[in-house]
């Protein structure tokens, strides 16, 4: 009898010990648990975003942990490898692009956060309308960039691009440029800002957080910039079937509360836009 008591208890024991290492299986690769969300985000204005809703966050009984990437293809490549439960750095388009370039990229997005105007630089000029023929306009080598940057410019009234083209357009779709406008493409979005501060070329297409981590202020030293209508919201992304943890959805009930959209507003003095879907 005592053997067989021994025989249940150490199975028990096996069982219980499998059902843990389950649970584990379960939960998040990157926090490790089901209160910490591992999330990746560029340092501008993506983490500091977050640093400001951290307290609030881990107030609701979770944990926030912030990893901060300096690039654009880092944070996706570790949410595939589950070294993070989830990041916040891309638009839609730029997602898109991504899982179409990478096939074993299995994304959602939970939600967006905030709008980045994309703002055009010139330290030679004081308006598009002012650039001479034969200017040339620096833009990132984003590829999924490449819509929105022409868009942008045929809205300004610098370009017309083919009928229907709008995020998926690149320079071939380009049907009048009357001013003959030369783009180079080959720039990293980081390194926009120091080709601007270098005088490179007549014109710099920076993001809004490259700008503002570089000093700039995309209200003052724009010579245009995207309204608050873009389409190119920033969004909380997870793998594919976690867009509803309750980790996210709790962060994201948190980013959109008044108190913090506004405290977005004031922060970046309105050259980051928040939104509530």
Known sequence: MKLWKKFVGTAAVSVLAVS??????ESSSGGGDSK????GASNVPHAQILEHVQKEYEAKG??????????????????AEKEIDANYFQHVPYLEQQEKENKDYKFASAGGVHVEPLGVYSKKYKSL???PKGATILTSSNVAERGRVLTFLQNEGLIKLKDGKTTDAQLKDIVENPKKIKFKTNIEASLLPQAYKNNEGDAVLINTNYAIDNGLNPLKDTIALEDESSPYVNIIVTRDGDEK???VTTLLDILHEKKNQDWITKKYKGAVVPVSK
């Open 36 to 39: 910490t969300l591992v999330i």
């Open 129 to 131: 309308d002012k650039l």
């Open 62 to 79: 979770y944990k926030l942990e912030i990893k901060k990437f300096q690039d654009y293809v880092l944070p996706n490549k570790a949410l």
């Open 245 to 247: 943890d309750k980790r």
């Open 20 to 25: 843990l290492a389950a649970c584990g299986e």
